[in-house]
């Protein structure tokens, strides 16, 4: 073996000596780049693993949790939801439009993977400022990535965020979540049982594309030596058409009994689905290299085993069954070839079984042997050191990171304007509106689909909710508390839709962990979710850690993004919205803590520190349950959280979506406009409702205040500020449709 070769696959030397001791040699070529590819950080989580323990995992409606291709909850009816988050944040920095569609496409297959229909996407997108031509550049590749695959796959994309800010220049953030129905007897696990079952590739042809892509683009960050060229080819090439085919032949094999376990082929590829499947089933896999089918001449043993192609699934399936396969997937055109059979391993009392080779023809070499378990079970657990930045403390929570004082607001209109902008130029790329399920889509507080039973198409009669949410000003200030605001504000979101919280997915996209205050972010901000978790009673059932995210030798702010599934118990009318009606009455639903700390309009101002508002769990679930009540009770006529932006901009985005301004009388100063503090929600209410909202509010020990009232054609806040509706209106419909163009670019 070539002195030092390990390091240019991303393996330290400690790494290596580790490998020699489990093969009992020094390992070959291939064997050394399937480990370097399972011991990567996106596929081993060797730097978060020891933190993600500490996460609430269980709850009596989980039937799958973490580990397993994405997690599933019952959601009664016979129903289960598969739900599943994940990142493609280098791909998409590199090539943006088949960094962002195949983020879309590997999503797709860890939700079908599971026998659930994907029924709907989300993306949450991050990207360097409006003002930098390359961050342009990057997020109109992306959003026509997004909605070129999703769009020709025909699942609909129903939410998500758009968020531009220095932190992300050079380093965007391209996470996507998607959610699928099953019924509850069909869900398969990615498990290889059975000694003399086969292993049956289907899907497209492997190539090149992706090579390494686990370790080469997932485990660094960039820098100027490294050009987009040089890695250009580490990224995947989808074919959504392709993946439309593979997703009705999957499920039907499902629907037929004809699969033991199946596995989708994301990171690390075939060297990843072959050990999982084998190592899950406590078995072994022999894999005939030569039996793939490839795209391209000559490649590698290594080469195959390590590809990323995407549309690409493994399923075990009984010999006996074989023919059947065989034909629904030349009904479907999908290849389907025979590539390995499970061996024995110590599910069979074989302990010596258990072995992951690699034979060059049934009767050729074998050309590696390895333990399956090892590729993924054995790999490096590191607790890495966690240092507290110097500037924060501890003790207080406050962070020093800047010596000046909080500013003093100069032009509130003028800044109110600074802080709107619509995101509709990217939604309205996305088909939001297939399969007819979408009650209430992209631009809300979140998302609602009706609840159809996956087999029989029969409405139950209640809804799905869904949203993401990131802060990353918040969690710049403080990890831990940031986070829990983060949960807090996704438990809020789907109370304004009228719904429950149900189970937690993350993304969790950080920078160097090689950096000990890299860690502690991490460290604080996975002990801030599960605190709130624990005491919203919500479960988190899956995620994904995306580390190494820096450019130039600057680490991302701590970026953890919150998927939370939810169910509206009984949908008999839409969700109020994010809107007004003339005359309406505006109550403020909670209180207000007049702190500016890590809000849009404080960090504007270069204000980056200080200590976030408060999170009192017990009443932040006091003021979702009554709004809750009050949407399902039809008391509302428009509802919005207050968030990003505070009370102010939570008005104006009532204001500009409706088409009608407001007059509010009730708030003391700029504090109170712009804070973030939790638990509060801002509703519009017809005259008639407001005093047995007001009851309902008082009954259930919630404070409320009445702060104005909806119509004309000003947004005006006494005292404050008082700006044209039209030129609101026009601010927030152009920001984003005059910095990015028409929505065409192709990456």
Same mark, same amino acid.
């Given at each position: 073996?070539?002195?030092?070769i390990?390091?240019?696959?991303?393996?330290?030397?400690?790494?290596y000596?580790?490998?020699?001791?489990i093969?009992?040699r020094?390992?070959?070529?291939?064997?050394?780049?399937?480990?370097?590819?399972?011991?990567?950080?996106?596929?081993?989580?060797?730097?978060?693993?020891?933190?993600?323990?500490?996460?609430?995992?269980?709850a009596?409606?989980?039937?799958?949790?973490?580990?397993?291709?994405?997690?599933?909850?019952?959601?009664?009816?016979?129903?289960?939801?598969?739900?599943?988050?994940?990142?493609?944040?280098?791909?998409?920095?590199?090539?943006?439009?088949?960094?962002?569609?195949?983020?879309?496409?590997?999503?797709?297959?860890?939700?079908?993977?599971?026998?659930?229909?994907?029924?709907?996407?989300?993306?949450?997108?991050?990207?360097?400022?409006?003002?930098?031509?390359?961050?342009?550049?990057?997020?109109?590749?992306?959003?026509?990535?997004v909605?070129?695959?999703?769009?020709?796959?025909?699942?609909?994309?129903?939410?998500?965020?758009?968020?531009?800010?220095?932190?992300?220049?050079?380093?965007?953030?391209?996470?996507?979540?998607?959610?699928?129905?099953?019924?509850?007897?069909?869900?398969?696990?990615?498990?290889?049982?059975?000694?003399?079952?086969?292993?049956?590739?289907?899907?497209?042809?492997?190539?090149?594309?992706?090579?390494?892509g686990?370790?080469?683009?997932?485990?660094?960050?960039?820098?100027?030596?490294?050009?987009?060229?040089?890695?250009?080819?580490?990224?995947?090439?989808?074919?959504?058409?392709?993946?439309?085919?593979?997703?009705?032949?999957?499920?039907?094999?499902?629907?037929a009994?004809?699969?033991?376990?199946?596995q989708?082929?994301?990171?690390?590829?075939l060297?990843?689905?072959?050990?999982?499947?084998?190592?899950?089933?406590?078995?072994?896999?022999?894999?005939?290299?030569?039996?793939?089918?490839?795209?391209?001449?000559?490649?590698?043993p290594?080469?195959?085993?390590?590809?990323?192609?995407?549309?690409?699934?493994?399923?075990i399936?009984?010999?006996?069954?074989?023919?059947?396969?065989?034909?629904?997937?030349?009904?479907?055109?999908?290849?389907?070839?025979?590539?390995?059979?499970?061996?024995?391993g110590?599910?069979?009392?074989?302990?010596?079984?258990?072995?992951?080779?690699?034979?060059?023809?049934?009767?050729?070499?074998v050309?590696?042997?390895?333990?399956?378990?090892?590729?993924?079970?054995?790999?490096?657990?590191?607790?890495?050191?966690?240092?507290?930045?110097?500037?924060?403390?501890?003790?207080?929570?406050?962070?020093?990171?800047?010596?000046?004082?909080?500013?003093?607001?100069?032009?509130?209109?003028?800044?109110?304007?600074?802080?709107?902008?619509?995101s509709?130029?990217?939604?309205?790329?996305?088909?939001h509106?297939?399969?007819?399920?979408?009650?209430e889509?992209?631009?809300?507080?979140?998302?609602?689909?009706?609840?159809?039973?996956?087999?029989?198409?029969?409405?139950?009669?209640?809804?799905?909710?869904?949203?993401?949410?990131?802060?990353?000003?918040?969690?710049?200030?403080?990890?831990?508390?940031?986070?829990?605001?983060?949960?807090?504000?996704?438990?809020?979101?789907?109370?304004?839709?009228?719904?429950?919280?149900?189970?937690?997915?993350?993304?969790?996209?950080?920078?160097?962990?090689?950096?000990?205050?890299?860690?502690?972010?991490?460290?604080?901000?996975?002990?801030?979710?599960?605190?709130?978790?624990?005491?919203?009673?919500?479960?988190?059932?899956?995620?994904?850690?995306?580390?190494?995210?820096?450019?130039?030798?600057?680490?991302?702010?701590?970026?953890?993004?919150?998927?939370?599934?939810?169910?509206?118990?009984?949908?008999?009318?839409?969700?109020? @919205?994010?809107?007004? =009606?003339? +005359? $309406?009455? #505006?109550? %403020?639903?909670?209180?207000?803590?007049?702190?500016? /700390? *890590?809000?849009?309009?404080?960090?504007?101002?270069?204000?980056?520190?200080?200590k976030?508002?408060?999170?009192?769990?017990?009443?932040?679930?006091?003021?979702?349950?009554?709004?809750?009540?009050?949407?399902?009770?039809?008391?509302?006529? @428009?509802a919005?959280? =207050?968030? +990003? $932006?505070? #009370?102010? %901009?939570?008005?104006?985005?009532?204001?500009?979506? /409706? *088409?009608?301004?407001?007059?509010?009388?009730?708030?003391?100063?700029?504090?109170?406009?712009?804070?973030?503090?939790?638990?509060?929600?801002?509703?519009?209410?017809?005259?008639?409702?407001?005093?047995?909202?007001?009851n309902?509010?008082?009954?259930?020990?919630?404070?409320?205040?009445?702060?104005?009232?909806?119509?004309?054609?000003?947004?005006a806040?006494?005292?404050?500020?008082?700006?044209?509706?039209?030129?609101?209106?026009?601010?927030?419909?152009?920001?984003?449709?005059?910095?990015?163009?028409?929505?065409?670019?192709?990456?």
């Amino acid at each position: 073996m070539e002195d030092g070769i390990h390091r240019s696959l991303g393996l330290t030397d400690d790494e290596y000596a580790a490998i020699e001791r489990i093969v009992g040699r020094a390992p070959n070529h291939l064997e050394l780049a399937m480990y370097a590819v399972m011991w990567s950080e996106h596929c081993s989580y060797k730097s978060s693993r020891i933190h993600l323990k500490r996460l609430p995992t269980e709850a009596p409606w989980v039937l799958v949790g973490p580990g397993e291709n994405a997690g599933v909850v019952d959601v009664g009816d016979g129903i289960a939801a598969a739900i599943r988050i994940e990142s493609h944040n280098h791909p998409s920095a590199i090539e943006p439009y088949q960094g962002a569609a195949t983020g879309v496409g590997g999503i797709l297959r860890d939700i079908f993977t599971m026998g659930a229909r994907p029924i709907a996407l989300m993306d949450p997108l991050r990207f360097g400022p409006l003002d930098d031509a390359r961050s342009r550049w990057i997020a109109e590749g992306v959003v026509s990535g997004v909605s070129g695959y999703g769009n020709s796959v025909g699942v609909p994309n129903v939410g998500g965020e758009t968020v531009f800010d220095e932190t992300y220049k050079g380093n965007p953030l391209v996470n996507v979540l998607c959610l699928g129905l099953l019924p509850t007897e069909r869900l398969v696990l990615g498990q290889a049982t059975g000694v003399g079952n086969l292993a049956v590739l289907l899907g497209s042809t492997t190539g090149r594309d992706g090579i390494g892509g686990v370790s080469v683009l997932a485990s660094a960050g960039f820098s100027d030596e490294e050009s987009d060229a040089e890695k250009r080819p580490s990224v995947q090439v989808g074919d959504p058409f392709e993946e439309k085919r593979l997703i009705e032949a999957c499920l039907e094999l499902l629907d037929a009994g004809l699969v033991v376990g199946i596995q989708d082929l994301g990171g690390a590829g075939l060297t990843c689905a072959t050990s999982e499947t084998a190592s899950r089933g406590g078995m072994g896999m022999d894999v005939d290299v030569t039996a793939v089918p490839l795209r391209e001449q000559g490649m590698e043993p290594f080469e195959t085993m390590t590809s990323e192609s995407q549309e690409r699934m493994l399923a075990i399936v009984e010999p006996a069954d074989l023919d059947r396969v065989l034909e629904i997937c030349e009904r479907w055109e999908v290849r389907a070839s025979v590539i390995g059979k499970v061996t024995p391993g110590p599910a069979t009392g074989d302990p010596d079984g258990g072995r992951l080779r690699i034979l060059d023809g049934w009767e050729g070499d074998v050309l590696a042997d390895i333990p399956a378990a090892s590729l993924h079970e054995d790999a490096p657990l590191y607790d890495r050191p966690c240092v507290c930045p110097t500037n924060f403390d501890e003790v207080t929570r406050v962070s020093a990171v800047d010596a000046e004082p909080m500013p003093a607001s100069a032009d509130a209109g003028a800044e109110l304007l600074d802080l709107l902008g619509d995101s509709r130029w990217v939604w309205s790329q996305y088909d939001h509106q297939l399969f007819l399920n979408t009650v209430e889509g992209p631009g809300g507080d979140a998302a609602v689909l009706r609840l159809k039973h996956p087999a029989t198409g029969a409405d139950t009669g209640r809804g799905l909710a869904l949203t993401t949410d990131g802060n990353h000003r918040w969690c710049a200030v403080d990890p831990r508390q940031g986070t829990a605001l983060t949960v807090a504000e996704s438990v809020m979101n789907l109370a304004c839709v009228g719904a429950r919280p149900l189970a937690v997915v993350n993304c969790l996209n950080f920078g160097n962990p090689e950096h000990a205050e890299v860690m502690w972010q991490l460290s604080e901000s996975i002990d801030g979710m599960a605190e709130a978790c624990k005491a919203f009673d919500v479960p988190v059932i899956g995620g994904n850690v995306s580390l190494y995210n820096e450019a130039q030798g600057a680490n991302i702010d701590p970026t953890p993004v919150i998927g939370l599934l939810g169910v509206v118990d009984r949908l008999d009318r839409r969700p109020p @919205g994010v809107g007004l =009606v003339d +005359g $309406g009455r #505006l109550i %403020l639903i909670g209180v207000t803590q007049p702190e500016l /700390s *890590g809000s849009r309009w404080a960090r504007a101002r270069g204000h980056r520190g200080g200590k976030l508002p408060g999170l009192d769990h017990a009443h932040h679930l006091a003021v979702a349950d009554v709004v809750r009540t009050l949407v399902a009770g039809g008391l509302l006529a @428009g509802a919005h959280d =207050v968030s +990003g $932006g505070g #009370l102010g %901009l939570a008005l104006a985005e009532m204001a500009v979506r /409706s *088409g009608l301004g407001v007059n509010v009388a009730r708030v003391a100063d700029a504090a109170e406009l712009f804070s973030e503090s939790p638990s509060r929600v801002v509703v519009c209410v017809a005259p008639d409702d407001v005093t047995t909202v007001l009851n309902v509010c008082e009954q259930a020990g919630v404070p409320t205040s009445r702060i104005g009232v909806a119509g004309g054609d000003r947004i005006a806040v006494k005292g404050l500020l008082d700006i044209a509706l039209a030129e609101a209106e026009a601010t927030w419909a152009n920001r984003l449709p005059d910095a990015l163009g028409a929505g065409t670019t192709q990456g």
